[in-house]
């Protein structure tokens, strides 16, 4: 990850036996690169949540890193001019009472195609339908496969602070493809959803980006006040 302070080549010395010597990294030029780069970053990212022990310091790293990209990193979905003074997404604090297991259970077969632009149609798959957040958050969610090459788990929500509090057309919880995954599948078919990590589409802070919103049938009447917020 890159600040927009740093210069665009990075010295870093060596360790033991190598003191004076200077190792350089170029930020790539090619766009595609500078892509691959971000989406390792992120895939890092997640991988380190998952294995971490902690998960409030977790969720500390997750913030950090996300702020560190969208400052300065050329694949930010802020636009350039807007990055001057920026301090990175605004985020809910973090609440433990948000972090909650729920079951997987069967669902109706379902399959939604949206447009997305430039990349043409994006088809979802319904999959599974949680089990365990009515109580806690006034609904259930269904979780989709995105079909096409590769494929990858997506779980878009809205709430009761969609449109005031936070972004209209909803926030995030996964995007495997993306390399948003929290990895919390459990052997008996539960998983653990933590929505101190929900975000912002990119399309959010942009129109240069189309992206996939959050059905109807995935809004909960309760307020998720954990994740990205309005600032």
């Given at each position: ?5 740093e210069?665009?080549v990075?010295?870093?010395t ?9 190792l350089?990294k ?11 780069e971000?989406?390792?970053t ?10 971490s022990?902690d998960p ?5 790293t ?20 807007d ?6 997404p605004a ?10 297991t729920v079951?997987l259970?069967e ?14 149609e994006l ?5 599974a ?6 109580d806690v958050l006034g609904g ?5 496969w ?30 495997t ?28 802070y ?7 919103l959050?059905?109807?049938?995935n ?13």
């Open positions: 990850m890159f600040d927009e302070a210069s665009q990075i010295a870093t060596t360790g033991s036996g190598g003191e004076g010597k200077v350089q170029e930020r790539p030029v090619n766009s595609i690169e500078q892509l691959w971000w989406r390792q992120i895939a890092d990212l997640y991988c380190n949540i998952r294995t022990e409030a310091i977790a969720w500390q997750w913030c950090d890193t996300r702020s560190q990209l969208f400052r300065g990193h050329p694949q930010s979905p802020i636009e350039a001019q990055r001057q003074g920026y301090q990175g985020v809910f604090p973090y609440d433990p009472s948000l972090r909650l079951r259970e669902t109706r077969e379902e399959r939604i195609t949206v447009a997305t632009g430039a990349d043409g088809t979802m798959r319904a999959f339908r949680t089990g365990g957040l009515q259930e969610l269904t979780l989709y995105i079909e096409g090459y590769g494929g990858g788990v997506f779980l878009p929500f809205t709430d009761s602070t969609s449109g005031n509090e936070t972004y209209g057309g909803g926030r995030y919880l996964l995007d493809i993306k390399g948003a995954d929290l990895g919390t599948l459990r052997p008996d078919g539960s998983a653990i959803l933590d929505f101190n990590f929900a975000y912002f589409p990119s399309c959010s942009s129109s240069r980006y189309v992206c996939p959050a059905p109807s049938g809004r909960l009447r309760g307020a998720v006040r954990g994740g990205e917020r309005w600032g």
